[in-house]
């Protein structure tokens, strides 16, 4: 019995997870390494928009992430001082795009994904390394710690410095920094009511949103030089840049603790790669096109790719007899990366992939650079006027700030949600789909004693 062609996934994040679950649905042997010592993530939010979420569907796990929405009513962009610049809701947005918007935390997610794979398929504390592409007649290999891999398929989903993007496109520049570092916090906020809101200062922003289990999700930016940190700690930089803010972000400082800040200096690929994939290799997330985060949309991006990738990378196609190794001669000689005339057909599939994801992807790189020039723009008669701009079209009518998002939350996925009744349905392929298995949310910490902060007036 033939068996079944075999992805190595390298990268444990949301991308890589999503990628590894797609594909061992459509029926690869699928192996996930991930250099940290657990898949559990670096604490902090993330928002999936209508189209993750239908990206989720097609692998069974759309509703259950929906039924965590937490943000129900009003919100939408504020002053420092508090001034309401324009208002959005959340039945808007959800009649707009076919759905709602659901901010979770990133352990959350996950955990929902990494339990979608058999046992065994995960391999923490495994650094690896792309040794050889390879190409239609022969198999990409991967080096690690406990000796090398071989595979018909490779999936780099390193993040932002991804080492196999640079093994595949070495004269590609990189990551370049967008001009602002973030700050992000998941804090409980018990007593504190609020609506869920972004506020644009002069070179500043902050953000504060609810999580469905009752923390609060707080993130913030400003233009610095890259490279700084805080001379005493990140909450105390926070303190100093935005104490002064509208409430609730007085209350959301006040119950953070410097160990729970996460400072990153803000990267994005300026220059698109010239393609996703090479040889047998596929990169996805922001190892193929790290933005800002601005629009809100890098891992949601992330998980598009991996559906996108499953969906053209059919293992019927991939014949592993096919992609035996040749010797040292033949491989030193230089053999192209191209589908060769005898070898399998995945060459196809992950040309059909970036062909997919790289104009797309680029367009919102693009928009979402565009947006940082608007909401961290420090002139202050920049403000004013972008200011005084905001609350013009929000007047006009919030469909006017919704229309920015048409093209990216209305996306839908390639193909219809796989099989996931647990019976042994077939996903239409004849290729056997196993059952979902039930999310189970990572656990919050203990909630501090309730903190009372003194309410101010919003101009």
């Known amino acids: 019995m033939t068996q079944a062609p075999r992805a190595v996934v390298v990268g444990g994040g949301i ?49 259950e992430i929906r039924a965590l929405a937490a943000w129900q009513g009003d919100g939408g962009l504020r002053a420092p001082g508090g001034r309401w610049l324009s208002r959005s809701d959340a039945a808007a947005v959800a009649g707009r795009f076919g759905g709602p918007l659901v901010l979770l935390h990133r352990a959350t997610l996950i955990a929902c994904l990494a339990a979608q794979l058999p046992e065994g398929v995960v391999r923490t504390t495994s650094a690896a390394a792309l040794a050889d592409p390879g190409d239609a007649d022969r198999p990409a290999r991967v080096s690690t710690s406990g000796g090398e891999l071989e595979a018909e398929l490779v999936v780099g989903a390193d993040g932002i410095h991804s080492a196999v993007r640079r093994a595949l496109f070495p004269r590609h520049p990189g990551p370049v920094y967008s001009g602002f570092t973030a700050w992000r916090v998941v804090v409980p906020l018990p007593g504190v009511d609020f609506a869920s809101h972004e506020t644009w200062g002069r070179g500043r ?54 160990g729970d800040v996460l400072r990153h200096d803000v990267h994005h690929l300026a220059e698109p790669l010239p393609a996703f994939h090479a040889g047998r290799v596929a990169l996805l997330g922001d190892a193929a096109h ?71 992807t680029t367009a919102i790189t693009r928009k979402a650079v565009g947006i940082a020039r608007v909401n961290m723009m420090r002139s202050r008669p920049g403000t004013v006027l972008r200011d005084a701009a905001l609350t013009v079209l929000s007047k006009a009518g919030p469909a006017l700030f919704l229309r920015s998002f048409d093209t990216i939350a209305d996306w839908r996925p390639p193909r219809s949600p796989y099989a996931s009744d647990g019976t042994g349905a077939s996903d239409g392929t004849g290729v056997r789909v196993p059952r979902t298995v039930p999310c189970h949310p990572a656990s919050p910490r203990p909630t501090p004693p309730q903190i009372r902060v003194p309410r101010r007036r919003s101009p």
């Open 205 to 258: 922003i902050w953000g504060t949103h609810p999580m469905e289990d009752g923390r609060v999700y707080a993130y913030a930016a400003a233009r610095v030089p890259a490279g700084g940190r805080a001379a005493d700690d990140e909450r105390a930089e926070l303190v100093r840049l935005f104490g002064d803010w509208h409430d609730p972000v007085p209350a959301v400082l006040a119950a953070t603790r410097p």
């Open 15 to 63: 991308g890589g997870l999503t990628a590894a679950v797609a594909l061992h649905r459509r029926g690869w042997r699928v192996t996930v390494l991930e250099r940290a010592r657990s898949l559990e993530p670096v604490g902090a939010g993330i928002s999936l928009a209508p189209n993750a979420l239908r990206a989720l569907d097609v692998i069974g796990l759309g509703d």
């Open 290 to 360: 790290a933005m800002p985060p601005t629009l809100g949309q890098g891992g949601n991006q992330a998980v598009e790719d991996a559906i996108v990738l499953a969906h053209h990378v059919d293992p019927r196609t991939v014949d592993p007899s096919t992609a035996a190794p040749r010797t040292v001669d033949a491989i030193t000689a230089g053999a192209s990366t191209g589908n060769r005339a005898g070898g399998d057909r995945l060459g196809a599939g992950l040309a059909a992939y970036t062909a997919a994801r790289r104009p797309r």
